[in-house]
């Protein structure tokens, strides 16, 4: 059973520290002149959020730029084949390709991604390169991958010999489970960040859903779906069942409640009440949203429990358990 999987059942038995993220509605008002203490600060989703945001901090850390922090960081989880989810090691598809989805979006609303990239190891950095030196925002599969070879990036094969071992393994569970969608079989990283300069950015990278039909996208690669900044309000980021979040638009959603002065932790409760209520109830589809307002208060809310997430600040980096249904 991999670490992550291991973590999620561990999780059960941590208490929720969800108190500390505020459960009451509070009117915000968008203020320029905002206390800057809280900043420079970055929350990511999951366990793997942890080592991702002490990279992140080392550039905020020293007055670095958010959008640099959130490259960085996400990359860690990517290069690390222990992670199941995210990057070289990830789950394959049905067929047994690995195949990557990635964005990345900066204070001024300029955005990066990729969908469907096969071997390449860091589809963040590739998302980051799609959005400085090319007028699109997105590109997909054979032509992510030429743009990327393009670029210098290198071809590798990112299905360890590990991973496809426990994919066997996982598609046996998954078949005696008749369970297609369960909180062990995604994973996503997505990160916001908010540097000294009081400025936001952020990413968002996954391989998506274990065994899914291959050339299937999540919402992690769609801005506005997996992630959305605008520096003016706040971000967020979402992880669970892509397709969930893509028909709420989730994270532009939160921040448009946010705008709204609806509290973080509010405004990703009220799109996962959303995703409830579209599926009629049912409570057995995991999907999170993360948020950062630009006051550098962060609330996050999941609709299993299970979801957590990590927080580094100049207090240090912490796990915390999201308030769930
Ligand atoms: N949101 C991702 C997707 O649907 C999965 C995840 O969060 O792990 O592709």
């Known amino acids: 059973m991999n670490t992550r999987r291991k973590f999620l059942k561990k999780s059960a ?6 108190g500390l993220i505020g459960l009451k509605s509070k009117v915000y008002a968008i203020n320029p002149t905002m206390n800057t203490s809280n900043r420079p600060i970055v929350i990511s989703t999951w366990d793997h959020g942890i080592p991702a945001n002490l990279e992140a901090w080392k550039i905020l850390n020293n007055g670095g730029k958010a959008i640099d922090a959130v490259e960085a960081g996400v990359k860690v989880p990517e290069g690390d084949p222990n992670v199941r989810s995210v990057g070289f090691g990830g789950f394959p598809d049905k067929d047994g390709r690995v195949t990557l989805d990635a964005c990345i979006m900066d204070e001024n609303q300029q955005c990066g991604s990729v969908a469907c990239l096969e071997h390449i190891k860091h589809p963040v ?6 959005m400085d030196e090319t007028p699109y925002v997105m590109l997909v599969g054979e032509g992510a991958l ?5 670029k210098g990036f290198e071809k590798e094969n990112l299905l360890t010999p590990e991973t496809l071992l426990e ?3 996982f598609k046996e569970e998954l078949k005696e489970k008749r369970s297609i969608i369960n909180i062990e079989n995604h994973d996503t990283i997505g990160m916001l960040a908010m540097d000294v300069l009081g400025n936001l950015s952020g990413s968002c990278t996954t391989s998506g859903l274990t065994n899914k039909l291959h050339g299937r996208v999540g919402d992690s690669p769609i801005i506005g779906a997996g992630l959305f900044v605008d520096n003016e309000v706040g971000a967020a ?14 994270s532009a959603m939160v921040v448009e409640l946010m705008r709204n002065g609806v509290h973080p932790e509010d405004a990703c409760k009220e799109i996962i009440k959303r995703v409830l209520k579209t ?4 409570k057995d589809i995991q999907v999170g949203f993360l948020a950062l307002r630009k006051d550098g208060i962060f609330g996050a809310f999941s609709l299993m429990k299970g979801f957590n997430f990590a927080v580094q600040d100049d207090t240090g980096n912490k796990l915390i358990n999201s308030p769930h249904f």
């Open 13 to 18: 038995l941590i208490s929720s520290i969800g």
């Open 279 to 282: 599926n009629r109830g049912n």
């Open 167 to 169: 994919w066997e393994e």
């Open 125 to 130: 950095s590739v998302a980051r390169l799609v």
């Open 237 to 250: 980021c979402a992880t669970g069942v892509g397709e969930e979040v893509i028909k709420q638009a989730g």
């Open 146 to 150: 030429e743009f990327a070879l393009l």
